[in-house]
């Protein structure tokens, strides 16, 4: 899997002798005459490494996989299907891609840009639509946070969408902040050390989760969605709900950072640095 470490984004000279973002890519368009290009190809390409990193350290992709890229229209997953689109190209193993959207039925849900994007860029792709808005609203008291319960359900759908689409594995925009946020979440509420696993084999073994945005930052992935002006879609549903719990952490992790700069890179670091004997378990 060493091919995959060295991933970065593709490039081709330029008539001034430097190198620009290859044309035929969605970078090259979006950062043509942009005032920070040097650092978008920059930042591209250390994204790019990190995610070919965490291929390679837990075998994400395997050779003749097909994988089915859950798009929710938020910036984490539009950036990996563009990464992996931009992989896929050059990788060490030959793999395919599909992306696929669920449209849950939220209120002033508009998916026209995204699926106008997926089509004008090329990708295969299906759009999924189940009301789970009614499920949720219905079952959930108002003022309570949705997003546990609409998790479960969208992550069952995508399950079965995946299954008759055909997918070996299921790629999540998961990154670095996500990860920690969790891991601090269940710590508090949970009273569990768990978190966002790169590689996850569903319960009843039929699907594979994998993460390849997990090494890398909110920060870095916000500023590449922003250069790339992908077409967002907004959660509706829950993103008016204030004082969610999960706000609240990435505020904490924010005022840390600014005493310990390297807080969220440690904290990740110690998700593979694991020493159960100086733990508390008993088995």
Not at 22 to 33: D, F, P, Y
Not at 94 to 108: C, K, M, N, R, W
Request: hydrophobic share 35%; proline share 4%; charged share 25%.
């Amino acid at each position: 899997m060493r091919g995959w470490r060295h991933l970065t984004c593709p490039r081709k000279r330029n008539d001034r002798g430097g190198y620009e973002i290859c044309s035929r890519s969605l970078a090259g368009q979006a950062l043509a005459g942009y005032p920070s290009r040097v650092g978008q190809a920059t930042l591209e390409k250390r994204l790019a490494h990190e995610m070919g990193r965490c291929i390679a350290d837990y075998e994400l992709i395997e050779p003749g996989d097909r994988v089915m890229v859950a798009i929710s229209g938020g910036k984490d997953s539009y950036t990996l299907l563009h990464l992996l689109e931009r992989a896929r190209q050059r990788a060490p193993v030959p793999f395919e891609i599909i992306a696929v959207h669920l449209d849950q039925g939220q209120p002033g849900y508009d998916g026209t840009a995204l699926e106008a994007w997926l089509r004008d860029e090329g990708y295969e792709h299906q759009i999924v639509r189940k009301d789970t808005y009614q499920v949720v609203t219905k079952v959930i008291p108002e003022g309570q946070t949705y997003c546990s319960m609409c998790s479960r359900l969208r992550r069952g759908i995508l399950y079965n969408v995946a299954q008759s689409l055909g997918c070996s594995k299921i790629a999540l925009g998961h990154h670095r902040d996500d990860a920690i946020e969790t891991l601090m979440l269940n710590m508090m509420f949970n009273g569990s050390l768990s978190a966002m696993p790169a590689k996850l084999v569903s319960d009843d073994g039929r699907n594979t989760v994998i993460r390849p945005l997990l090494y890398s930052s909110e920060r870095d992935i916000s500023a590449y969605s922003e250069h790339l002006d992908f077409p967002i879609i907004p959660c509706n549903l829950c993103g008016s709900q204030e004082n969610l719990w999960r706000q609240q952490v990435k505020e904490m992790l924010d005022d840390l950072e600014k005493r310990a700069p390297q807080v969220r890179q440690s904290m990740l670091a110690a998700l593979k640095n694991v020493r159960t004997s100086h733990l508390l378990g008993t088995s």
